[in-house]
């Protein structure tokens, strides 16, 4: 049987990016949260796309942010 996917919180997924920020490193606030780092990764990127929906801006965020 395949296991049922869960929905996180919007509030949870910006709590977990904030600590990505601050911490950055991605692997890690996923290790903590028990949650897939290319999940996490994901949600940084969801929400520097948001931030910057300039493409030109989004990559320059991106450098600074790795």
Same mark, same amino acid.
């Given at each position: &049987?395949?296991? &049922?996917?869960? +929905?996180? /919180?919007?509030?949870?997924?910006?709590?977990? =990016?904030?600590? =990505?920020?601050?911490?950055?490193?991605? /692997?890690?606030?996923?290790?903590?949260?028990?949650?897939?780092?290319? &999940?996490?990764?994901?949600?940084?990127?969801?929400?520097? +796309?948001?931030?910057?929906?300039?493409?030109? /801006?989004?990559?320059? /965020?991106?450098? +600074?942010?790795?």
């Amino acid at each position: &049987m395949i296991p &049922m996917s869960q +929905t996180y /919180a919007p509030e949870f997924k910006q709590q977990v =990016v904030r600590e =990505v920020r601050e911490t950055g490193n991605a /692997a890690l606030v996923a290790r903590q949260h028990q949650l897939n780092p290319s &999940m996490v990764r994901r949600w940084v990127r969801e929400a520097l +796309t948001a931030e910057y929906p300039d493409p030109q /801006a989004l990559s320059l /965020a991106e450098e +600074t942010c790795a």
